[in-house]
T-cell receptor
């Protein structure tokens, strides 16, 4: 089946690292994504990783993939107040033609 | 280079009415997908259009229909609106079937409220 699970809330102190976790069920997923959604806004693609990769780093963002356990994580280094948002984990069979299956989102709040 | 544009931004309807939402894909894209995002939930796939035909469909009733025009723009129509249709409707575009590994691009959505 197709299912993506993630925790609902995460609170982090400003300047610390945030780690948002996600599990998925479809072993044939080829692409795994992290999207950011700020209040009242649409979806912003933060980063994505191919299923044959273990890690991808892009500035403050690090994505780790454990394909055996079907576990994906997003680490945000030096978390800032502007990182407050809902983060969605998602998967698809390919990047362009397939439907994207989303989790319910993790709300990241930053405390001073 | 314009990204994905959706109109209108906000819309208020009453139960039983019909609504049409519009989407213009990013320049160069030929495939449009529609998603429904209910409050507090992740987006759910409604359907996808390519070459003016519906190619994939999610678990949505026939009240949800769509269309794609020769210029690749798309409409989402919802008939007999229910309170549960209140949501943010997102459009995504891509080069769907060209063998190009590029992510889909999302618009900012249309927020539909049903009274």
């Amino acid at each position: 089946g197709e299912d993506v699970e993630q925790s609902l809330f995460l609170s982090v102190r400003e300047g610390d690292s945030s780690v948002i976790n996600c599990t998925y069920t479809d072993s044939s997923s080829t692409y795994l994504y992290w999207y950011k959604q700020e209040p009242g806004a649409g979806l912003q693609l933060l980063t994505y990783i191919f299923s044959n990769m273990d890690m991808k780093q892009d500035q403050r963002l690090t994505v780790l993939l454990n394909k055996k356990d079907k576990h994906l994580s997003l680490r945000i280094a030096d978390t800032q107040t502007g990182d407050s948002a809902i983060y969605f984990c998602a998967e698809s069979k390919d990047s362009s033609a397939s439907k994207i299956i989303f989790g319910s989102g993790t709300r990241l709040s930053i405390r001073p | 280079d314009a990204g994905v544009t959706q109109s209108p931004t906000h819309l208020i309807k009453t139960r039983g009415q019909q609504v049409t939402l519009r989407c213009s894909p990013k320049s160069g894209h030929d495939t449009v997908s529609w998603y429904q995002q209910a409050l507090g939930q992740g987006p759910q796939f409604i359907f996808q259009y390519y070459e003016e035909e519906e190619r994939q469909r999610g678990n949505f009733p026939d009240r949800f229909s769509g269309h794609q025009f020769p210029n690749y723009s798309s409409e989402l129509n919802v008939n007999a609106l229910l309170l549960g249709d209140s949501a943010l409707y997102l459009c995504a575009s891509s080069l769907g079937f060209q063998g190009v590994d590029q992510p889909q691009h999302f618009g900012d959505g249309t927020r539909l409220s049903i009274l």
